[in-house]
């Protein structure tokens, strides 16, 4: 290499052009200096976007429960009190309306505006009316936890002596989101999701895989998709946030009022963060197309199109003149200095390309890091054990999951505008990384979310893990026959090479080139440049670098593709779940009488119908239990007795009868009533015993649907079990 770089011998000519081109390379230097400052203030502003986002992350745990309440629920008061206090297992944000307290007949007698009692923040206290006549009254309670997740519940206390009471189903209904707004809500999310996949993975996939196809017009179509696609989900969800929360319509997402209480909270924070990274992300796109979008430049005398251009010169002499050229061409190709100066000056024309993808490659990786921020900072991450592992973790499943999806989405238009099997092969080996990332965040995610392993198929977070799973093993058994396409169209070398065919070349164009050109020249470059004519023209009738292989492996690839848009919409689903692990605690809560079920199907009621009431007719529940004790009353038969079964006060009986079917008297009982469609419960139900193992009560059910009867039995200091059961009333 250092006889390349020294003068020139005598006898041998060297062409050395300047002008106007070496007036370009000044241009391109003194604009690479610019693009290295907004590069690097890009990388400062990216920066402190990630601290904001991340800088409220702490430990908590993850949907908050409701610890205790004063007055506490179901007790009888001599005389009302001044307030109601509500106090959870962390913080939560409140609203205008996130507690109320309704009278027997349905009407509102709190003084409205909840605020954290003694400035706590996992409090919520309201005052009340004065004057409050003896009754049953309800609490009906919203909030979010810190996880961005709304929760809600209710439950009832009485002044002087219980009584009937009729609650408005449609106040009741408010404690959870309108149908429109969560459907809507629910799609702006998964949207979402997969805006940032193909924005981030369509980014990589140029910047790693194929730096010349951020020229062609389909793939920065892709890339301003993914975008705009963000821009708009991101703005979508924001205003529909506080509809979301506050169980209001649709109407209600142009509020202002709502709009500023969601930048109050942290998930706020984070839409917020996200748009102004949008901004500096548009400012990365102009920066990556301007730059890998420009023809690479080629050294003044030697370059591969100076050759080429040299030749169709040669081609339009004539026959003496162009065998002349050809000779010449010959002795300076078979001149060893001579090529290795030309591979010098075209590795130093490469040089600031490669400058840029490297700044453009940096500057997108914190880019992609502090968008995967601001689902991460403000979800199931950053509450709960072990946040200072589970954030970082949650960010690089984002990023490999971005990489691995919107890379195919960037691999199906390079195979249709004539990628190479070089690139296709690079991709390959992202994907194989990304999903060997995913394998490993993915378990441990698993273990935090789940805690047990009946969590697994015991609740909803579980039973959309598994989907989730079976359908990354589809795309991975997908994935394996796209490796074997590729095998194949690199076992093929004339279909490896990427098909230079311009964007919108016409075929007629196509059709001429090369016609009439003499197939035997003693020009090696020339038969190539009419190989490539030849494999152009033959491709014009169909799209464009499609050979069998390539179709084959594009087949493949969308297939791939459509699998990702179900894991993508599983993923959303699993963001608005409760993690296993909670699930488990807001069971063990509700059998205790103090967390709420914050919807969906009971934990632990298995899937079963539940029995159909018919409404004036007593319906009578069957419970079986085992506390694992050694007394005598330590397993048995709970049996509960509804009547007349409907909306509405009803009479409950609850016996309970040991192994041999006689009455057991045991140190506690307590029956609850739970209606989890509505955020409603547990309701308990005051006892009066009757004898051994017999007592009485009276159910309020102010609304119609499934509701689960727990039913909690001590036999011992120790010992103690609840038992389970759906029941649908209506």
Known sequence: MLKAVLPPSPGRRTTRRRGPGHRIAGHRIAGRRITGRRIAGLLGVLGAVLALVLGGAGPASAHAALQSTDPVQNAVLPTAPQAVTLTFSEAVSLSGDSVRVLDPAGKAVDTGG????????????????SGLADGTYTVAWRAVSEDSHPIGGAFTFSIGAPSATTVSATALQSAEADDVVAALYGTGRTV??????????????????????????PVQRLLMTGWVALLVSTVAVLMLRGPYERGSGVSKAFDLSLIRATLDERIGTALAARLLLLAASGVFLS?????????????????????????????????????????G??????????????????????????EARLGLGVAGLVLAVALSATWVGADHASVGIQVWLSVPLGMLHLIAMALWLGGLAAMLVGLREGIGADAAERFSKIALGSVVVLAGTGVYQSWRGLGSWGALTGTEYGRLLLVKSGCVVAMLGVAWFSRSWLARLRAAPAEAEAVLVPSGA???????????????????????????????????????????????????????????????????????????????????????GTAPVTG???????????????????????LPYDTKGRTPNAKGTATVTLNPARTGSNEVHLKLDGADGQPVEVPEVELAFTLPDRDLGPLTVPLTAEGTGRWTGTAQLPLTGNWVVSVLVRSSEIDQTTEIKQLKIG
């Open 114 to 129: 909840p605020v954290h009692a003694d400035g706590k923040d996992n409090t919520a206290r309201v005052g009340l009316n």
């Open 192 to 217: 979402a999701y997969g805006a940032f996949a193909l924005l981030v993975g369509a980014a990589g996939f140029v910047l790693v895989c194929w730096p010349a196809g951020v020229a062609r017009r």
């Open 287 to 327: 920066l990556l197309v301007g730059q890998l979008g420009q023809p690479a430049a080629h050294p003044a005398g030697g370059g591969t199109a100076d050759r080429a251009d040299r030749a169709d010169a040669a081609d339009s002499a004539d026959p003496a003149d162009r065998g002349a050229a050809g000779g």
């Open 329 to 354: 061409r010959a002795r300076r190709d078979e001149d060893p200095e001579e090529a290795e100066l030309r591979e010098l000056e075209q590795r130093v024309a490469e040089r600031p390309q490669r």
């Open 506 to 592: 016409p075929a007629a164009a196509l059709s001429d080139a090369g016609a009439g050109e003499p197939d035997g020249s003693d020009d090696p470059l020339r038969r190539a440049q009419l190989a490539r004519q030849r494999t152009a023209r033959e491709n014009a009738g169909r799209d464009r670098g499609l050979t069998p292989n390539r179709a084959g492996l594009r087949r493949s690839v969308l297939v791939e593709a459509v699998v990702a848009v179900a894991v993508l919409v599983v993923t959303t689903m699993l963001t608005n779940s409760p993690p296993g692990r909670v699930a488990g605690e807001i069971a063990a809560g509700a059998a205790g």
């Open 600 to 622: 969906g199907a009971a934990p632990g009621t298995g899937g079963t119908a539940a029995p159909q009431t018919v409404p004036g007719q007593t319906l009578e529940l069957r």
